[in-house]
């Protein structure tokens, strides 16, 4: 009763595992109508109910973000819809079951966005289905400040191709993408490229310490990092965990956030670290 007497009032929903296909949901979807930012991603069911539909249609000359999960045999229904709010400036798309086959609704859904800030991908999309969507990314590079990859198969060569002419990115995520060593190499010198870039976030990867190491020149210029859930072999890891920052040199660097653990008896100790630039104005 509340949303259908103050809907109009509305900016921002939330309907992160709502169950939407609910009678009560349905109630008060036709007087949402001025919402600027809609969140619809993590759904029990990926499947594009009318309700969603209808709430994306009536809400297209509003909405500035929109966050939507859907699957491959769906993605097809949603992108009409979504092309029809061309006043989106972020939009984050998929689900860790998507794939290439809907890499080119992406890149449909892309095409008639003319001044896209933030972008997020979710999926097994791997560099031959991506290679479309780059396309769509490169061509919104003067206005796109974050980028997020959750899940995807994508190159480090891929990622190292694209990044460089992204001259405004502020912030770079990735997350579950599975590179290691040489590939983290590779990407860490196409980053060092953007000077405008303030924030970097590394989730569930695995290094070496010579490739971490390799973080020392970047983090220079970057304002704040945070490193999740790394994967690194014993052997290589700093007898105390103090020891990371002093080792890379980071003299400028305060580390706000740190944690370690690992089995005794395996190969591999998992760290999580979190670095803010004490130099950067910018934060």
Known sequence: ??????????????????DIDKDSTSTFVASLQQIKQLKVANLPTLRPSPDVIKLIRQNKNSLRYLDVGTSDEDIATLAPCIQECTRLTGIGIGHRSLTNTSAPAVAAILSGLHQLHEFSLTGQIDDSGFAMVAKEL??????????DFFWTRLSSSVLSSLLPSLDHLRRFTLIGNKLCDDGLRELFGALRKLKSLEKLQFFDIGVTWQS??????????????????????KSSFPAVGEDIAKTLNLSSMKCVKRSCEGNVYGRTVTFQMKFVNSRSQRL
């Open 138 to 147: 490169q061509r919104c590079s003067s206005s796109l400040v974050y980028l």
């Open 212 to 233: 971490l190491k390799d973080l020392e020149q970047l983090l220079q210029d970057v304002g704040n990092l945070m490193l999740c859930r790394v994967v690194m072999e």
């Open 1 to 18: 009763r509340i949303l259908e007497t103050y809907g109009s009032q509305v900016g921002e929903v939330n309907l992160n595992d709502t």
